[in-house]
């Protein structure tokens, strides 16, 4: 079974969010469960600065675009046995920055002819190609308008995957004339809300959709999280299922770790202690043995719910702990946490940046981990966190519900601290309790930790499902 995983960011390469993590470690997953796993992304220009010299060049050639003609140069690597292809064109990639440009739907058209492209050049021709999120959502319809003329083409099976349905890939209808070059009799594929929106082509056009957990893909049908695309979702349950995400648990363990002050595991808990010292020495954070430090790691954007803690802030730092923060996103939390930071510099950490070595180190040093989102498809955060050693706060919402069942502070089981409505003071009580449990509970904190950093999140059992659905199509 070959199957190529088209996506716009994979780690160690490139990496802005939990879609790298994934496009890491599932085609990982999946070469151990007997596949042929290929990955391919742009060559963007932080990967041609750190990796050029990896990187073997394998061919160029002409990429179709509208009424004009692209250049496409390819590049390899291996990871284990997972090959990564680079799609290369300086003109769209070569930038300081990843996404945000006022021309992504051209860049990402591009790719998504150009992913096409390459596999007659390469003579890589897989079964299945699994497309990620709004940027490879062009593929099915790329595949269906411009390739079945081609034999080698035409059994290609493709599986989309929706990693966050807040951003789809809308362009006004002149786009198609100007980039995606399409026949008018495909304009009904991809046209929907009044302007041409990729996500929508891909989700009629592939022959199954999934997203990254159980419950988020209940949610996509309804309103409050779907929106527009709620009844289209609806529409396409006989093909569409969620799959809860795993995590790579080689990379995120806390035995083998190499940024962390000092490793550990559930027999040697000693090394989290330490973890906890030397984080706070590290952030100036001040060395209060018994408060636990409440951490956030996420992209600080509006429906992560950071206008929760906004509205509750002062509130929550009345309460006996310490608050480290990294991520960096819209302005208006960045500096709601960087002011906090100012008025409590003792107890508030306010790092706004990205920063892979410091991440680590607030998983091991931290004891609580909030997560309040008001939609989280899945969330790698809260498992990370868990298999570190500390117990998360989440609003049951998406993959939140599925990964952090409810702890029962009398008997010590369950995993974490939940609240159900989306409302600041709801999120502030589950604070409050994990707190209580904190302080007043020692042994059944023990007895959670210890059941956190040893349950399952490893991506075998939904690589084994992923296969089951491309060997069903
Ligand atoms: C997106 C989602 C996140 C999910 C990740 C990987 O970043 O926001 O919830 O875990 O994709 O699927």
Same mark, same amino acid.
């Given at each position: 079974m070959k199957i190529l995983f088209a996506t716009a960011e994979a780690a160690p390469?490139?990496?802005?969010?939990?879609?790298?993590?994934?496009?890491?470690?599932l085609p990982k997953a999946l070469a151990q469960e007997g596949a042929e796993a290929a990955v391919v992304l742009p060559l963007?220009?932080?990967?041609?600065?750190?990796?050029?010299?990896?990187?073997?060049?394998?061919?160029? &050639?002409?990429?179709?675009l509208a009424w004009r003609q692209v250049y496409c140069g390819i590049f390899r690597s291996m990871v284990g046995s997972v090959t990564y292809y680079f799609i290369d064109n300086e003109y769209y990639f070569l930038r300081d920055s990843v996404?945000?440009?006022?021309?992504?739907?051209?860049?990402?058209?591009?790719?998504?002819?150009?992913?096409?492209?390459?596999? !007659?050049?390469?003579? &890589?021709?897989?079964?299945?190609?699994?497309?990620?999120?709004? !940027?490879?959502?062009?593929?099915?319809l790329f595949l269906k308008a411009f390739y079945q003329n081609i034999e080698a083409y035409r059994p290609i099976k493709t599986m989309f995957t929706i990693h966050n349905i807040e951003y789809q890939g809308q362009t006004p209808y002149s786009f198609s004339e100007d980039v995606l070059g399409l026949p008018k009799e495909f304009m009904p594929d991809i046209s929907f809300g009044g302007c041409l929106n990729f996500m929508f082509s891909a989700i009629c056009l592939s022959d199954k959709v999934t997203t990254v957990s159980e419950t988020y893909a209940t949610e996509l049908k309804m309103p409050y999280y779907g929106k527009e695309m709620s009844p289209v979702l609806s529409g396409i349950s006989y093909k569409f299922c969620g799959i809860t995400n795993g995590i790579d648990t080689e990379l995120f363990d806390p035995q083998r770790d190499p940024h962390l002050f000092h490793r550990y595991s559930v027999k040697a808990m000693g090394g989290k202690k330490i973890s906890k010292r030397r984080l706070r020495e590290y952030l100036g954070l001040q060395q209060d043995e018994d408060a636990p430090i409440l951490a956030m790691v996420s992209r600080l954007v509006g429906h992560k719910g950071l206008d929760l803690v906004e509205y509750v802030r002062h509130e929550l730092l009345s309460r006996r702990l310490q608050l480290v923060v990294l991520g960096t996103g819209d302005e208006r939390f960045e500096n709601m946490f960087r002011e906090l930071s100012y008025q409590y510099p003792e107890r508030v950490s306010a790092n706004i940046r990205f920063d892979q070595d410091l991440s680590s180190k607030i998983y091991a040093g931290c004891d609580l981990f909030l997560m309040p989102s008001k939609s989280e498809p899945c969330g790698l955060s809260q498992m990370i966190a868990m298999r570190y050693g500390a117990i998360p706060i989440v609003r049951e919402t998406g993959g939140l519900a599925d990964t952090v069942s409810p702890v029962n502070p009398e008997e010590g089981t369950g995993q974490g601290f939940t609240f159900k409505s989306y409302n600041a003071h709801d999120m502030l009580d589950a604070v409050d309790r994990a707190l209580w449990f904190y302080y007043e509970k020692k042994p059944e904190l023990k007895k959670v930790i210890r059941s956190n950093m040893e349950a399952d999140f490893s991506w075998q059992s939904a690589a084994g499902r992923y296969m089951a659905i491309y060997k069903s199509m």
């Amino acid at each position: 079974m070959k199957i190529l995983f088209a996506t716009a960011e994979a780690a160690p390469y490139i990496k802005i969010g939990g879609l790298g993590d994934v496009a890491a470690a599932l085609p990982k997953a999946l070469a151990q469960e007997g596949a042929e796993a290929a990955v391919v992304l742009p060559l963007y220009k932080s990967i041609k600065d750190r990796y050029h010299g990896e990187l073997e060049y394998i061919t160029s &050639f002409s990429v179709p675009l509208a009424w004009r003609q692209v250049y496409c140069g390819i590049f390899r690597s291996m990871v284990g046995s997972v090959t990564y292809y680079f799609i290369d064109n300086e003109y769209y990639f070569l930038r300081d920055s990843v996404y945000g440009n006022y021309d992504d739907g051209e860049r990402y058209a591009y790719f998504c002819k150009a992913v096409l492209e390459m596999l !007659q050049h390469i003579d &890589f021709f897989p079964d299945i190609i699994h497309a990620n999120d709004w !940027q490879c959502a062009l593929i099915p319809l790329f595949l269906k308008a411009f390739y079945q003329n081609i034999e080698a083409y035409r059994p290609i099976k493709t599986m989309f995957t929706i990693h966050n349905i807040e951003y789809q890939g809308q362009t006004p209808y002149s786009f198609s004339e100007d980039v995606l070059g399409l026949p008018k009799e495909f304009m009904p594929d991809i046209s929907f809300g009044g302007c041409l929106n990729f996500m929508f082509s891909a989700i009629c056009l592939s022959d199954k959709v999934t997203t990254v957990s159980e419950t988020y893909a209940t949610e996509l049908k309804m309103p409050y999280y779907g929106k527009e695309m709620s009844p289209v979702l609806s529409g396409i349950s006989y093909k569409f299922c969620g799959i809860t995400n795993g995590i790579d648990t080689e990379l995120f363990d806390p035995q083998r770790d190499p940024h962390l002050f000092h490793r550990y595991s559930v027999k040697a808990m000693g090394g989290k202690k330490i973890s906890k010292r030397r984080l706070r020495e590290y952030l100036g954070l001040q060395q209060d043995e018994d408060a636990p430090i409440l951490a956030m790691v996420s992209r600080l954007v509006g429906h992560k719910g950071l206008d929760l803690v906004e509205y509750v802030r002062h509130e929550l730092l009345s309460r006996r702990l310490q608050l480290v923060v990294l991520g960096t996103g819209d302005e208006r939390f960045e500096n709601m946490f960087r002011e906090l930071s100012y008025q409590y510099p003792e107890r508030v950490s306010a790092n706004i940046r990205f920063d892979q070595d410091l991440s680590s180190k607030i998983y091991a040093g931290c004891d609580l981990f909030l997560m309040p989102s008001k939609s989280e498809p899945c969330g790698l955060s809260q498992m990370i966190a868990m298999r570190y050693g500390a117990i998360p706060i989440v609003r049951e919402t998406g993959g939140l519900a599925d990964t952090v069942s409810p702890v029962n502070p009398e008997e010590g089981t369950g995993q974490g601290f939940t609240f159900k409505s989306y409302n600041a003071h709801d999120m502030l009580d589950a604070v409050d309790r994990a707190l209580w449990f904190y302080y007043e509970k020692k042994p059944e904190l023990k007895k959670v930790i210890r059941s956190n950093m040893e349950a399952d999140f490893s991506w075998q059992s939904a690589a084994g499902r992923y296969m089951a659905i491309y060997k069903s199509m």
